[in-house]
């Protein structure tokens, strides 16, 4: 079957009734790229400006084909433009086939300019940590899943968001998919450690465990290559600089430790260390200072010997006190109110 023929009975209704109602119709996939077989269908989308173009997206069958003519707005397109969906490929590697004005032309050339911007590395980085944690939800249903069938189900979930999470690492897009994929992103210059075998696992293997072992694998590798394109791409900070008036503030959660051991509320005291650690966590990101450096005082949390663990906290606060001078970090510290007054006063 002719497919142009569809195409060009969709566009004649277009400029002969509907002008004032269609921004744009775009062509995108097998078609558009020239990839076709004797099945392949006719992917076209259009931006409406009215409900009444709205209405005119349509779904059907020729030849035992399947079409939709799909609307899509202006508004999602934005979305895609800025790899919210792994779709971007339909601004990036559509065809356009009608466009109402010049504006409609260059409105839609700007958000394909901005699909194809990669220079915001940092955005990139984020979006692809995004699609991780994403592929780790799946994991945990697989952890969860009873037989083969899901267990497959869940695999492929994982490939979806992590196959998307490498792309975006590359500040690149998915093109085509499906047979395809593996080959496109074979072809990135980023790539987790034993990617193609850890890959192809879910599609030769019938053996769960096998399954299993294969993805967490997967996802291991992709954590660590998104962990070192974070730390190249890290901006150096002054540890000085950054940490300046940090210990006034962090003191708050030293002391609600202190005074959850001493009330026996084992509950506020592990989560105020946890809640400490991670802002140390964030706080020395990029200043080329380890966090090794201080005792781990979540691991050493003991509902059993509490005592001990407030020791630990108590070191953890006289080292980190140290560390910071050390450094150059000035704290400051009033004995009373009164001083505080005579300070403001030298203001």
Not at 288 to 295: A, D, N, Y
Request: a negative charge; charged letters at 30%; one cysteine or more.
């Amino acid at each position: 079957m002719d497919l142009s023929r569809v195409a060009d009975i969709l566009l004649e209704k277009i400029k002969k009734d509907y002008k004032d109602d269609i921004a744009l119709v775009v062509i995108m996939g097998s078609y558009a790229s020239k990839d076709t077989y004797h099945k392949s269908d006719l992917d076209l989308y259009f931006v409406p400006k009215t409900e009444r173009g709205r209405n005119l997206g349509m779904v059907f069958i020729i030849d035992g084909i399947g079409f939709d003519f799909w609307p899509i707005s202006w508004e999602r397109l934005e979305q895609i433009a800025n790899h919210n969906a792994k779709i971007t490929s339909i601004i990036t590697e559509g065809k356009i086939l009608y466009y109402g004005s010049d504006n409609d032309l260059e409105r839609f050339n700007r958000l394909k300019a901005k699909a194809l911007d990669g220079s915001d590395k940092h955005k990139f980085i984020r979006k692809a940590q995004e699609k991780l944690n994403e592929a780790y939800r799946h994991y945990f249903k697989l952890l969860d899943a009873v037989d083969l069938s899901e267990v497959r189900m869940q695999a492929m979930e994982i490939i979806f968001s992590l196959t998307w999470a490498i792309a975006l690492l590359n500040r690149t897009i998915i093109k085509r998919g499906r047979g395809k994929l593996k080959d496109e992103i074979m072809a990135m210059p980023l790539l987790p450690q034993d990617f193609p075998l850890l890959y192809d696992t879910v599609f030769v293997s019938s053996d769960v465990a096998e399954i299993n072992n294969a993805y967490r694998q997967l996802l291991k590798n992709t954590e660590e290559l998104i962990r070192k394109e974070q730390t190249r791409e890290r901006e150096a900070v002054s540890f000085r600089d950054k940490l300046n008036g940090y210990y006034e503030e962090l003191i708050n959660f030293y002391n609600k430790i202190y005074y959850a051991c001493e009330t026996g509320d084992l509950y506020s005291a592990l989560i105020a260390a946890v809640e400490l650690t991670l802002e140390l966590k964030e706080a020395f990101a990029g200043t080329g200072v380890s966090l090794e450096q201080l005792p781990g005082i979540v691991g050493a949390f003991d509902p059993n010997n509490m005592g001990r663990f407030l020791e630990l906290v108590h070191e953890h606060e006289k080292q980190l006190v140290e560390l910071l001078k050390s450094n150059g970090v000035k704290i400051r510290v009033f004995r009373d109110p009164d001083e505080l007054k005579e300070y403001m006063a030298s203001l």
